[in-house]
């Protein structure tokens, strides 16, 4: 057999394959003949080698962004890019490519299990990063203590995971990163909560829309710790809690028994995850050392009032994350009818950096915010941005003689910060630059004519105004823009 989940594929099927792709793709390319112009205004080979149709799917479980989606994942990058910018965090990256090393950690997770690794031509343990936490830890820890802390940074970067493809399971995504470094109050979590919802309310989401749920993972640990279950345990625990709404709680129980946690203890976990309230938890928690972990929650819905987002956030004993190194405070953003999956999440993570040999405790959280949860709430919500590409102008050359005239009214324009499209093909029919413009979205056409262009001017139409008598009209190229200034024209560019 061959490996799990991969299939043989014999002859015959070989076969059925290439002839379905080649099939495919010249369906695509149309039954033209060579020479022949098509519609798309492609040339049909004539004197080059056609080869074998290639497949022109990108790699399963992978996106391509064609103008119209980069347009829209561009807007949502500006956002993540505002506020962390209102918020003053720096943006750092990382390769895509990490050492599989950086990820060995105890816990069972299926971020984790699912890496995107391989052994490269070094013979070298690689994988794309499934996760940015572990390279953040790992550049701070290279600064060997030459950085002040507390540092606030944030990143946009691709992460991977490996894992069948279905429906909704792709393998990429992006993940806007937030993280505190070196701060061990909840002031720190605090600012990133509010981050978190100065996002939302930017793209028009409120708090009816969406919660942040807020737990501590510390409560948990002190439940072990009364239970006597070893502090090493800890890890496990919460990555299988995290699958209690998935699994259900006889599932979670079971598996607690497996980690060596008696059913009676797993019992008791699993009731103290219905807690929905500080007060009842103060309640179940009485005088049990919970390392400060009411008290820090308790600071956070004081804290919320003050900067204004109490009503977006509430209390969840049962949110855990499931990634193994959380040490305290854990939240995720969920949307609440219910729909879909956690839009984003994060926490504390305060022995990341000892673990990975760091002298010294920094303490550390943050939160991860994938690039496409939050779109599929958006366009549930209508609240999708229409977007289209700025140009401010098309300039169309008459003949081919004027190419030359054309070239420097665009360079002034361009000069000016003007988006400034070329019509490649001169045009004598007015129509052909008309008809260019309205296909790239220009607002307003340039046209280079030569009677115009002999007395120094050039003929400028407005194609989104809506009054008739300042639709067209010609300006000298001489102050041209300064001309364009009076009549109240600047660049479209931020
Ligand atoms: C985690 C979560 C992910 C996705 C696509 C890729 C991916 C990769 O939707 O979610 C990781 N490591």
């Given at each position: 057999?061959?490996?799990?989940?991969?299939?043989?594929?014999?002859p015959?099927?070989?076969?059925?394959?290439?002839?379905?792709?080649?099939a495919?793709?010249?369906?695509?390319?149309?039954?033209?003949?060579?020479?022949?112009?098509?519609?798309?205004?492609?040339?049909?080979?004539?004197?080059?080698?056609?080869?074998?149709?290639?497949?022109?799917?990108?790699?399963?479980?992978?996106?391509?962004?064609?103008?119209?989606?980069?347009?829209?994942?561009?807007?949502?990058?500006?956002?993540?890019?505002a506020?962390?910018?209102?918020?003053?965090?720096?943006?750092?990256?990382?390769?895509?490519?990490?050492?599989?090393?950086?990820?060995?950690?105890?816990?069972?997770?299926?971020?984790?299990?699912?890496?995107?690794?391989?052994?490269?031509?070094?013979?070298?343990?690689?994988t794309?990063?499934?996760?940015?936490?572990p390279?953040?830890?790992r550049?701070?820890?290279?600064?060997?203590?030459?950085?002040?802390l507390?540092?606030?940074?944030?990143?946009l970067?691709?992460?991977?995971?490996?894992?069948?493809?279905?429906?909704?399971?792709?393998?990429?995504?992006?993940?806007?990163?937030?993280?505190?470094?070196?701060?061990?109050?909840v002031?720190?979590?605090?600012?990133?909560?509010?981050?978190?919802?100065?996002?939302?309310?930017?793209?028009?989401?409120?708090?009816?829309?969406?919660?942040?749920?807020?737990?501590?993972?510390?409560?948990?640990?002190?439940?072990?710790?009364?239970?006597?279950?070893?502090?090493?345990?800890?890890?496990?625990?919460?990555?299988?809690?995290?699958k209690?709404?998935?699994?259900?709680?006889?599932?979670?129980?079971?598996?607690?028994?497996?980690?060596?946690?008696?059913?009676?203890?797993?019992?008791?976990?699993?009731?103290?995850?219905?807690?929905?309230?500080?007060?009842?938890?103060?309640?179940?928690?009485?005088?049990?050392?919970?390392?400060?972990?009411?008290?820090?929650?308790?600071?956070?819905?004081?804290?919320?009032?003050?900067?204004g987002?109490?009503?977006?956030?509430?209390?969840?004993?049962?949110?855990?994350?499931g990634?193994?190194y959380?040490?305290?405070?854990?939240?995720?953003?969920?949307?609440?009818?219910?729909?879909?999956?956690?839009?984003?999440?994060?926490?504390?993570?305060?022995?990341?950096?000892?673990?990975?040999?760091?002298?010294?405790?920094?303490?550390?959280?943050?939160?991860?915010?994938?690039?496409?949860?939050?779109?599929?709430?958006?366009?549930?919500?209508?609240?999708?941005?229409?977007?289209?590409?700025?140009?401010?102008?098309?300039?169309?050359?008459?003949?081919?003689?004027?190419?030359?005239?054309?070239?420097?009214?665009?360079?002034?324009?361009?000069?000016?910060?003007?988006?400034?499209?070329?019509?490649?093909?001169p045009?004598?029919?007015?129509?052909?630059?008309?008809?260019?413009?309205?296909?790239?979205?220009?607002?307003?056409?340039?046209?280079?004519a030569?009677?115009?262009?002999?007395?120094?001017?050039?003929?400028?139409?407005?194609?989104?105004?809506?009054?008739?008598?300042?639709?067209?009209?010609?300006?000298?190229?001489?102050?041209?823009?300064?001309?364009l200034?009076?009549?109240?024209?600047?660049?479209?560019?931020?």
């Open positions: 057999e061959p490996p799990s989940g991969t299939r043989d594929f014999f015959e099927q070989i076969r059925l394959q290439k002839a379905a792709a080649k495919a793709h010249q369906a695509a390319a149309g039954a033209a003949k060579p020479g022949q112009k098509q519609t798309s205004g492609h040339t049909v080979a004539e004197h080059v080698e056609v080869g074998r149709a290639i497949e022109t799917e990108p790699p399963s479980g992978t996106r391509d962004f064609f103008p119209e989606q980069m347009r829209l994942q561009n807007w949502l990058f500006g956002h993540f890019r506020t962390a910018r209102r918020f003053a965090f720096q943006e750092y990256d990382a390769p895509v490519l990490e050492s599989e090393e950086l990820y060995k950690r105890k816990g069972g997770e299926e971020i984790t299990e699912q890496m995107y690794n391989f052994v490269d031509k070094d013979g070298k343990n690689v794309l990063r499934p996760e940015m936490t390279s953040l830890a550049m701070i820890l290279s600064l060997g203590g030459k950085v002040l507390p540092v606030k940074w944030f990143s970067p691709q992460c991977w995971r490996f894992e069948t493809v279905q429906r909704g399971r792709k393998r990429e995504h992006y993940q806007w990163n937030m993280d505190i470094i070196g701060e061990k109050s002031a720190a979590e605090i600012e990133l909560l509010a981050a978190v919802v100065d996002f939302f309310r930017g793209i028009g989401i409120t708090a009816a829309d969406v919660g942040l749920k807020v737990n501590s993972r510390r409560v948990l640990s002190a439940i072990l710790t009364k239970f006597g279950i070893a502090p090493d345990q800890f890890p496990f625990v919460c990555v299988i809690v995290d209690l709404d998935k699994i259900g709680a006889d599932a979670v129980v079971e598996l607690l028994l497996g980690q060596g946690v008696a059913e009676a203890a797993g019992r008791q976990i699993v009731a103290s995850l219905s807690l929905k309230s500080v007060d009842e938890l103060k309640l179940l928690m009485g005088d049990t050392d919970d390392g400060g972990a009411v008290d820090e929650l308790v600071t956070i819905f004081e804290m919320a009032e003050a900067y987002f109490a009503d977006w956030i509430l209390f969840d004993a049962s949110v855990v994350r990634l193994a959380y040490t305290g405070i854990v939240f995720e953003g969920f949307d609440r009818r219910g729909e879909l999956r956690a839009i984003c999440g994060g926490g504390r993570y305060d022995k990341l950096l000892s673990l990975y040999g760091s002298p010294e405790v920094v303490p550390a959280c943050g939160f991860g915010f994938g690039d496409c949860v939050v779109i599929e709430l958006l366009k549930e919500r209508g609240l999708l941005p229409t977007l289209e590409p700025e140009v401010d102008f098309v300039v169309a050359p008459y003949n081919a003689e004027l190419r030359a005239a054309c070239a420097k009214v665009a360079a002034l324009l361009r000069g000016a910060g003007f988006a400034v499209d070329v019509l490649l093909e045009a004598k029919k007015v129509k052909k630059a008309f008809e260019y413009a309205d296909r790239v979205r220009g607002d307003r056409v340039f046209f280079v030569p009677d115009e262009w002999a007395s120094g001017k050039v003929r400028m139409k407005d194609l989104r105004s809506g009054s008739a008598d300042d639709k067209e009209v010609d300006l000298p190229l001489d102050g041209l823009i300064a001309a200034a009076e009549m109240g024209i600047t660049s479209s560019a931020k």
